[in-house]
């Protein structure tokens, strides 16, 4: 099984940073792609950052060059380091993972975190 835990989240001011980070462990060959999505109470869940095994990176329109998402390879982890952050931007915050999972055989799988909270005060 693959697991996956965010950590990271908290309370801050309009202007404020922060970064979160995403761990992903257990029986893992190799990861294809790891990222974020967040959702806001009464909002659909929409996509913020992702990156893939190749070092492509990708960002949702709304976080015009505020937020950064980066990776270690080697401990399978990748963090979000947020900046200038504006009360729109309170939500959970979810990271996502794909890749091959080591068994009998290789096999796709595909994991959620549970989820950290970010709150941004006015």
């Known amino acids: 099984q693959v697991q996956v835990v965010e950590s990271g989240g908290g309370l801050v001011q309009a202007g404020g940073s922060l970064t979160l980070s995403c761990e992903a462990s257990?029986?893992?060959?190799?990861?294809?792609?790891m990222g974020w999505f967040r959702q806001a109470p009464g909002k659909q869940r929409e996509v913020v950052a992702g990156?893939?095994?190749?070092?492509?990176?990708n960002y949702g329109d709304f976080v015009k060059g505020r937020f950064t998402i980066s990776k270690v390879n080697a401990l399978n982890t990748v963090y979000l380091q947020m900046n200038s952050l504006k009360p729109e931007d309170t939500a959970v915050y979810y990271c996502?993972?794909?890749?091959?999972?080591?068994?009998?055989?290789?096999?796709?799988?595909?994991?959620w975190g549970q989820g950290t909270q970010v709150t941004v005060s006015s």
């Open positions: 257990g029986s893992i060959f190799s990861i294809n792609a």
């Open positions: 990156t893939t095994g190749g070092g492509s990176t």
């Open positions: 996502y993972v794909k890749g091959y999972e080591l068994g009998q055989v290789l096999k796709i799988f595909d994991a």
